[in-house]
């Protein structure tokens, strides 16, 4: 593997992974401690990887450690689909070399926030094998009119978790809700959360993610 990760196992001999995504201009470190919040029912091996150094138009060009380039305010327009296809590629390495670690497919989960959720998404909607689940925290579906034509029948009846801040001034809560309503019209189970909050996490959200957690990773 050619990216730079963080790995956390909450036991020996993890059989169950999380590949979680940070948001744009931080890196792995930023979720790193969610694993010693939950209490999964599977020794799980966390995975916090490093989004690539690029430039950022909508931050004057300032290099980061960014999943795809913004242009616009308006994250819906101008959509970075090359970046986001290149992402996708990047997470879909990861997938395999879990697999090739032992972990069954349908023992990991794509968790991620804002830039990383968005990657979640694309990446676990369009996965040729059945995944237990995506997580999706403050963000939205990017390349939505491609998800038709795209999207694999093995993650059709997956577990989607998607929440958002009611306050979230970064990516509006209507962003997010219509990505809900286009994952719903295409016959998508989503769990749908809000909270009282800004574009951040909370102490009831992480309660809420320990549970479902709990779910798609039971034996």
Same mark, same amino acid.
């Given at each position: 593997?050619?990216?730079?990760?963080?790995?956390?196992e909450?036991?020996?001999?993890?059989?169950? /992974?999380?590949?979680?995504?940070?948001? #744009?201009?931080?890196d792995?470190?930023?979720?790193?401690?969610? *694993? +010693?919040? $939950?209490? =999964?029912?599977l020794?799980?091996?966390?995975i916090?990887p490093?989004?690539?150094?690029?430039?950022v138009?909508?931050?004057?060009?300032?290099?980061?450690?960014?999943w795809?380039?913004i242009?616009d305010q308006n994250?819906?327009q101008?959509?970075?689909?090359?970046?986001?296809?290149?992402?996708?590629g990047?997470?879909g390495?990861?997938i395999?070399?879990?697999i090739?670690?032992?972990i069954a497919?349908g023992k990991?989960?794509?968790?991620?926030? /804002?830039?990383?959720?968005?990657?979640? #998404?694309?990446?676990g909607?369009?996965?040729?094998?059945?995944? *237990? +689940?995506i $997580?999706? =925290?403050?963000?939205?579906?990017?390349?939505?009119?491609t998800?038709a034509a795209?999207?694999?029948?093995?993650?059709?009846g997956m577990?989607?978790?998607?929440?958002?801040?009611?306050?979230d001034?970064?990516?509006?809560?209507?962003?997010?809700?219509?990505?809900r309503?286009i994952l719903?019209?295409?016959g998508?189970a989503?769990?749908?959360?809000e909270?009282?909050m800004?574009h951040?996490v909370c102490s009831?959200?992480i309660?809420?993610?320990?549970?479902?957690?709990d779910?798609?990773?039971?034996?």
């Amino acid at each position: 593997m050619n990216t730079a990760a963080i790995e956390i196992e909450t036991g020996p001999n993890p059989r169950a /992974s999380v590949i979680w995504l940070h948001g #744009l201009g931080a890196d792995g470190n930023d979720f790193a401690p969610i *694993a +010693g919040q $939950l209490h =999964l029912p599977l020794p799980t091996r966390f995975i916090f990887p490093h989004a690539p150094m690029q430039a950022v138009t909508i931050n004057g060009g300032y290099v980061m450690r960014a999943w795809y380039d913004i242009s616009d305010q308006n994250l819906a327009q101008r959509e970075d689909e090359a970046g986001v296809r290149k992402s996708q590629g990047i997470i879909g390495q990861l997938i395999e070399h879990e697999i090739e670690r032992g972990i069954a497919p349908g023992k990991i989960v794509l968790a991620g926030f /804002s830039q990383g959720g968005a990657i979640a #998404l694309q990446s676990g909607l369009r996965y040729a094998q059945r995944l *237990a +689940g995506i $997580l999706a =925290l403050s963000t939205y579906l990017p390349l939505g009119k491609t998800l038709a034509a795209e999207r694999r029948g093995e993650n059709h009846g997956m577990s989607i978790f998607i929440a958002h801040g009611t306050y979230d001034n970064v990516i509006p809560l209507a962003l997010g809700a219509s990505s809900r309503a286009i994952l719903q019209q295409h016959g998508y189970a989503v769990e749908w959360h809000e909270y009282p909050m800004q574009h951040s996490v909370c102490s009831e959200e992480i309660a809420d993610i320990d549970l479902w957690f709990d779910d798609v990773l039971k034996d």
